[in-house]
């Protein structure tokens, strides 16, 4: 089974510019979790989405946001982009059923350098 | 106040011993779910082990324990028999509201295990 696949790997933006990150969750999950990592404020959550609904927010602007598909695929926006959104970008998916709903599963990141 | 605290920064062990990473949170939810997390240099998230507030045995899984001392507020990682590729950052994380809807996962700053040959 497939984990979970986030696209691109890398990317490098100039401040002021967009950016679109994409999630393709583990086959079945229903709900996928984005967070943000940087050395200074660590591993922080941004949003989570559960059937093409956004059901939790983090304490981030509104320059970030997310979206999700039929498919369980998910996407988050960065507009106007800052130097502070530098940041490894981890997007994680869960199951949502019985036990296995609690535990989160991890893609490998985007890391994003804005210039 | 800090949700989940790390006091460990770094942290060293031979092959083959065993090591404990620690982790104490606060929360005043009656339920809530403790993981751990490892994460290599490459960047991925990797789920280690699982401990709800309701369990009443200590989680493992392999090599992985999870020492639950529900009174004191701690969920320690023990990791036996110390492999060198066990070497990466280790987060304790912990998810509120397990009986709602909630998904939010708060993290710990992280302990950097080194296993030594």
């Known amino acids: 089974k497939a984990g979970v696949t986030q696209t691109p790997r890398y990317l490098i933006k100039t401040r002021g510019q967009q950016v679109t990150l994409s999630c393709s969750p583990i086959s079945g999950h229903r709900s996928v979790s984005w967070y943000q990592q940087t050395p200074g404020q660590g591993l922080q959550f941004l949003f989570e989405?559960?059937?093409?609904?956004?059901?939790n927010k983090g304490n981030f602007p509104g320059r970030f946001s997310g979206r999700q598909f039929s498919n369980s695929r998910s996407e988050m926006n960065v507009s106007t982009l800052e130097l502070g959104d530098s940041a490894l970008y981890l997007c994680a998916s869960s199951l949502g059923l019985g036990l296995e709903e609690n535990i989160q599963y991890f893609g490998a990141g985007t890391r994003l350098s804005v210039l | 106040a800090q949700k989940i605290t790390q006091t460990q920064p770094g942290m060293f062990v031979q092959e083959k011993e065993a090591v404990t990473l620690d982790c104490t949170y606060d929360?005043?939810?009656?339920?809530?779910?403790l993981f751990w997390y490892k994460q290599p240099s490459s960047g991925e998230m990797i789920f280690l082990i699982y401990?709800?507030?309701?369990?009443?045995q200590n989680a493992t899984e392999g090599r992985y324990s999870l020492n639950f001392q529900k009174a004191r507020k701690s969920a320690n990682l023990v990791i036996s028999a110390s492999q060198l590729g066990d070497s990466a950052m280790y987060f304790c994380?912990?998810?509120?509201?397990?009986?709602?809807?909630?998904?939010?996962?708060?993290f710990g700053s992280g302990t950097r295990l080194q296993v030594q040959p």
């Open positions: 989405y559960f059937s093409e609904t956004q059901r």
């Open positions: 401990q709800g507030s309701y369990d009443q």
């Open positions: 929360t005043s939810d009656p339920s809530y779910g």
């Open positions: 994380a912990m998810r509120e509201g397990m009986d709602t809807g909630r998904r939010a996962l708060t």
